[in-house]
């Protein structure tokens, strides 16, 4: 069994320890599977144990560890069968509500769309990862929300839960990340353009893709 134990990096301080601990997991450094001994932590980022553990139970919130009681905290370890039966139901869901988004959306509801995916795009430059996985998961529940159904907004999140989160599997190169953003802002222009259609194929594209 894999645990974290290995050289350590030099590391400014002042970084964030649980964004150290992702950018380790994206890199592959960190592989799926693998137990995070806390001391192991404390001495590879240079940090102290309850900053460990405020960045162990940030990332098992986010699904990018889990908790497993009376053992630790190990990196989570991707379900494939789970992760594409999650992506085929989100498409379900995400679609069908695709025209009634359309039709709901008002140009106060695009300009906070833009101003989410803004965000996101300022967050690849500037922001860590998980600052960029808060800013997208901002953007994509503001345009579900859209589609007026709150018990449909809350089903989709729940459904997210059940599978890691996306940026793990995701976002591993730049390329991917900007294209994320891009993607972003073409459902906002198929939205003004009032076409359903359009919006559905991104829709499905994104997840297919994440």
């Known amino acids: 069994m894999a ?3 290995m050289g350590q990096p030099e590391i400014e301080n002042s970084k964030d320890v649980t964004d150290l601990v992702l950018q ?5 450094v960190l592989l799926p599977g693998t137990w995070l001994k806390q001391i192991d932590l404390e001495r590879r980022y240079n940090c102290t144990r309850p900053e460990v553990r405020r960045a162990l ?3 098992a919130q986010k699904r ?3 908790h497993v009681p009376n053992r630790g905290y190990h990196v989570y370890a991707p379900d494939g069968r789970r992760a594409r039966e999650v992506s085929e139901i989100r ?3 995400e679609t069908a509500i695709a025209d009634t ?3 709901n959306a008002s140009a106060d509801d695009l300009d906070i769309l833009r101003k989410l995916a803004i965000h996101f795009d300022r ?3 500037d922001g860590t990862m998980l600052d960029l996985y808060e800013a997208n998961l901002a953007f994509h529940r503001q345009l579900l929300v859209l589609g007026g159904n709150q018990e ?3 089903l989709i999140t729940e459904i997210r839960q059940r599978t890691s989160s996306a940026p793990v599997a995701q976002w591993r190169t730049r390329a991917r990340i900007e294209q994320s953003g891009c993607e972003h802002h073409l459902m906002i222009e198929a939205i003004q353009l009032k076409d359903a259609e359009e919006l559905k194929r991104l829709v499905r594209q994104h997840i297919v893709q994440s």
Request: proline letters at 0%.
């Open 64 to 66: 990018l560890v889990e």
């Open 101 to 103: 988004i359309v039709e």
């Open 91 to 93: 498409i379900i869901l």
């Open 152 to 154: 449909l907004v809350d």
């Open 57 to 59: 139970d940030r990332l």
């Open 24 to 28: 380790d997991i994206l890199a592959g």
């Open 123 to 125: 967050m690849v430059l």
């Open 3 to 5: 645990d974290v134990s």
